[in-house]
């Protein structure tokens, strides 16, 4: 009887513990944006603030002040809270230490409460650069429009071609996501992804290539898959600008490398005499490689598809898993299916996203891409932008 109480009292305790800890959470998370500059600081273990300093987190705190107004309340949910403001919602997660100090803290993308299409575009348009966006219900109904049908410039989003050929050619042929192909050096390519640093010879089956080159937009595994494909076979029926279909090693040697000689020979070839040096690049070390924060050549060396294109293309891999791994910009658990595939280089960003809220629900595609020729894209705004597009369009 003795040992079922103490049981019991520890449990209570525990309980209590748990209770205090969530109420102390929420409490500072309100104080955040409550907090005078001078005083913010003190909110914050020195641990936290040696690796974000004190004028970044005043940035992100006026930023979401400027936005959505005055804090009013910090409420429990399953991963983390729900900040309600006077003006909408956001997301964070907070961690404190035994001395109720931040030592980790994290917010995602606000929602506006009066939020609406016109006034998210119009944002969208002040963003420097040329923009296209798309948003089609049910691949039948265009929700909203804005240079859609113009072929930009989407970096890493150009896979989904790869994986819609791919499932094209395992439905046409006896390939099977089983079969294996082996790491080899001409195919190796450099980050995003994990599969560069992998030995050569290393097998993996079609499925686990498939679901690096999509969810960790992995470089190496995407230019396996286009090796395995044939590069004619992905070019069949994509406009000119897309002929030679690069990889993504061939990619980084001709726009990064500091070979001046390389890249204006290959500019100023004709289409036969660019897939010989692209041959010719299949030998060659991934030597002098350096991707700054300046675009460069975004116009003439890249993947270019539309808006509308990228939409309809998300759209049909809507039963393969792999764009279901990585949600993007959306709380996976908030959605019946979320699929993403993004991309980005200096001067490129681009989301595209398949959303459906339940099983009933109608499924929507959206798409935005941001080019700019001078400078890199804002990725944060443009992210928060596409966030609050995407809540304006499906719900948060």
Same mark, same amino acid.
């Given at each position: 009887m003795k040992v079922n109480l103490v049981i019991l009292i520890l449990v209570l305790l525990l309980f209590i513990s748990l209770g205090v800890q969530a109420a102390s959470e929420a409490e500072v998370l309100k104080d955040i944006f409550r907090k005078e500059s001078a005083s913010l600081g003190t909110l914050f273990a020195d641990s936290f603030l040696e690796q974000v300093s004190l004028t970044q987190i005043e940035a992100i705190v006026n930023q979401y002040g400027s936005a959505l107004g005055a804090v009013?309340?910090?409420?429990?949910?399953?991963?983390?809270? /729900?900040?309600?403001?006077?003006?909408? !919602?956001?997301?964070?997660?907070?961690? *404190?230490?035994? %001395?109720?100090?931040?030592? @980790? &803290?994290?917010?995602?993308?606000?929602?506006?409460?009066?939020?609406?299409?016109?006034?998210?575009?119009?944002?969208?348009?002040?963003?420097?650069?040329?923009?296209?966006?798309?948003?089609?219900?049910?691949?039948?109904?265009k929700v909203l429009s804005y240079n859609e049908q113009k072929s930009m410039a989407v970096g890493s989003?150009?896979?989904?071609?790869?994986?819609k050929r791919?499932?094209?050619?395992?439905?046409?042929?006896?390939?099977?996501?089983?079969?294996?192909?082996?790491?080899?050096?001409?195919?190796?390519?450099?980050?995003?992804?994990?599969?560069?640093?992998?030995?050569?010879?290393?097998?993996?089956?079609?499925?686990?290539?498939?679901?690096?080159?999509? /969810?960790?937009?992995?470089?190496?595994? !995407?230019?396996?898959?286009?090796?395995? *494909?044939?590069? %004619?076979?992905?070019?069949? @029926? &994509?406009?000119?600008?897309?002929?030679?279909?690069l990889k993504t090693r061939e990619f980084f040697m001709l726009?990064?490398?500091?070979?001046?000689?390389?890249?204006?020979?290959?500019?100023?070839?004709?289409?036969?005499?660019?897939r010989k040096i692209l041959s010719e690049l299949s030998s060659r070390e991934l030597n002098n490689i350096k991707v700054g924060d300046k675009p460069i050549l975004i116009e003439k060396l890249e993947w270019y598809f539309s808006t509308e294109e990228l939409a309809e293309m998300i759209y049909e891999l809507k039963d393969a898993p792999e764009i279901k791994i990585n949600?993007?910009?959306?709380?996976?658990?908030?959605?019946?299916?979320?699929?993403?595939?993004?991309?980005?280089?200096?001067?490129?960003?681009?989301?595209?996203?398949?959303?459906?809220?339940?099983?009933?629900?109608?499924?929507?595609?959206?798409?935005?891409?941001?080019?700019?020729?001078?400078?890199?894209?804002?990725?944060q705004k443009a992210a928060q932008l596409t966030s609050r597009l995407i809540s304006a369009v499906v719900g948060p």
């Open positions: 009013q309340a910090a409420e429990k949910i399953e991963n983390g809270y /729900s900040l309600q403001f006077e003006k909408g !919602t956001a997301p964070a997660q907070i961690t *404190l230490n035994s %001395e109720g100090k931040i030592i @980790g &803290l994290w917010f995602g993308n606000y929602s506006l409460a009066e939020d609406n299409l016109d006034s998210i575009l119009a944002e969208l348009k002040e963003l420097p650069g040329e923009l296209s966006v798309s948003v089609i219900k049910n691949n039948q109904e989003t150009f896979k989904l071609q790869v994986l791919l499932y094209e050619e395992i439905e046409e042929s006896d390939k099977k996501w089983s079969d294996i192909v082996e790491l080899e050096a001409k195919n190796r390519s450099l980050p995003s992804g994990i599969l560069q640093s992998w030995p050569f010879g290393t097998p993996l089956t079609l499925r686990s290539l498939s679901n690096l080159m999509i /969810s960790q937009s992995d470089n190496t595994a !995407t230019d396996h898959l286009i090796d395995f *494909l044939g590069r %004619e076979n992905l070019e069949d @029926g &994509l406009k000119d600008i897309n002929i030679p279909f726009k990064f490398s500091d070979d001046d000689q390389l890249r204006e020979r290959y500019l100023n070839s004709n289409l036969s005499e660019k949600p993007g910009l959306v709380d996976q658990k908030n959605y019946y299916l979320a699929g993403y595939k993004g991309g980005s280089e200096p001067g490129v960003l681009q989301f595209t996203h398949l959303l459906k809220k339940s099983e009933a629900a109608d499924i929507y595609a959206i798409s935005v891409t941001i080019n700019n020729r001078e400078q890199a894209v804002d990725g």
